[in-house]
């Protein structure tokens, strides 16, 4: 299937838009003058205030209120709609041009709705991949490879601990959040073959991305059997795995957005997806007749899609000889050398 790249802006700083407020159960975000166009986003579970992948998804196109003087209408789950019917309320109104659904669990219901309303264009973050499932010419689904920076920040994981045992706490067990785990498990191993994973899954439904109770038990009892880092991709959920972090004072690692202030000191890096840029350069496309649908967009290292966080804070956190050997991975994964997603027992030759 041909993959095709974007140009990312990298600057991550958030503007001040013109004002926020609520219509017919949504809430909009509006630019200071006149707007060219209205885009719809609908969260993913844990909705707005994750400070993970749904705050991620509404910066970017935050954002491109501002730089391209759009409108943004979006809707949280308990909205007073479902998924689908939320998708229908944003394609439904005529100044709206682009539908954003944040989250695999829109894949059936957003390609449902982008073939109902062929005049409007769609994006799905995460979108599910199916092979007996054509993809609308008007959606874009945008996916990431999320085994690359979850096998960089394993490969961290393991040569920082002390104690030769790591954990991994998921959100709901699924292919996407597998990918997240194996990355790291393989990442891990690949450099401290004899290293020990810990896993554990907050549920079997969406409801696992927003249970920060579930997420503090996960975590603790990993860090109850020895564990001295804990990767979490588990959304709102992670929450309760920070809460466990700063209890035990053991470290922590972030996902989809730098989660350095959820647990000051004690997160030892995140893996980053850059879904604010993607959302925020497909608005662009939108706005200047570009956007391109039918296939789709697959972000990785090389295209600066996906990263771990190293700055000023976490530094100290990261010896110079593991930054380095983390960069030789990312370098090798780029060039295919490595597989983040080969088996587990591929090691550092």
């Known amino acids: 299937m041909q993959v095709h790249h974007l140009l990312f802006l990298l600057s991550l700083a958030l503007f001040a838009v013109g004002c926020v407020r609520k219509k017919d159960g949504a ?16 969260f993913d579970v844990g909705g707005r205030g994750d400070k993970s992948f749904n705050d991620a998804a509404f910066a970017g196109l935050e954002r491109a209120v501002k730089d391209f003087s759009l409108k943004l209408e979006y809707i949280e789950p308990g909205a007073g709609a479902d998924r689908k019917t939320a998708l229908e309320q944003l394609a439904a109104q005529p100044d709206v041009k682009l539908i954003v659904g944040a989250g695999f669990i829109f894949t059936d219901d957003i390609t449902d709705v982008a073939l109902a309303f062929p005049d409007k264009k769609f994006a799905c973050v995460d979108y599910t991949l199916d092979s007996t499932r054509k993809i609308p010419d008007n959606l874009l689904p945008i996916l990431f490879k999320e085994e690359e920076g979850s096998f960089l920040v394993g490969a961290i994981a393991a040569l920082t601990s002390k104690t030769g045992v790591i954990g991994f706490v998921g959100g709901m067990d699924s292919p996407l959040i597998k ?31 927003n249970n920060p109770v579930k997420g503090k038990e996960l975590a603790l009892i990993q860090y109850g059997r020895n564990a001295d880092v804990i990767y979490h991709a588990s959304g709102k959920t992670g929450d309760g795995v920070f809460d466990a972090a700063r209890e035990k004072q053991r470290f922590v690692i972030g996902v989809d957005m730098n989660q350095e202030d959820a647990a000051p000191g004690l997160v030892l890096t995140s893996m980053v997806k850059l879904v604010d840029n993607a959302v925020y350069e497909v608005a662009r496309q939108v706005k200047d007749g570009t956007f391109q649908g039918g296939r789709p967009l697959i972000l990785g290292l090389a295209s600066k899609g996906v990263d771990y966080v190293y700055n000023e804070k976490n530094k100290p956190l990261i010896p110079d000889d593991v930054r380095a050997k983390v960069e030789d991975l990312r370098a090798k994964i780029i060039s295919g050398e490595i597989q983040p997603l080969g088996t587990s027992s591929q090691t550092n030759p």
């Open 179 to 209: 990918k997240f785990e194996r990355g790291y498990i393989n990442g891990a191993k690949y450099v401290r073959p004899d290293i020990k994973v810990e896993v554990g899954y907050a549920g079997l439904s969406g409801e696992g991305f």
């Open 27 to 42: 809430k909009l975000v509006e630019p200071s003058g006149s707007a060219a166009f209205k885009v719809g986003l609908v």
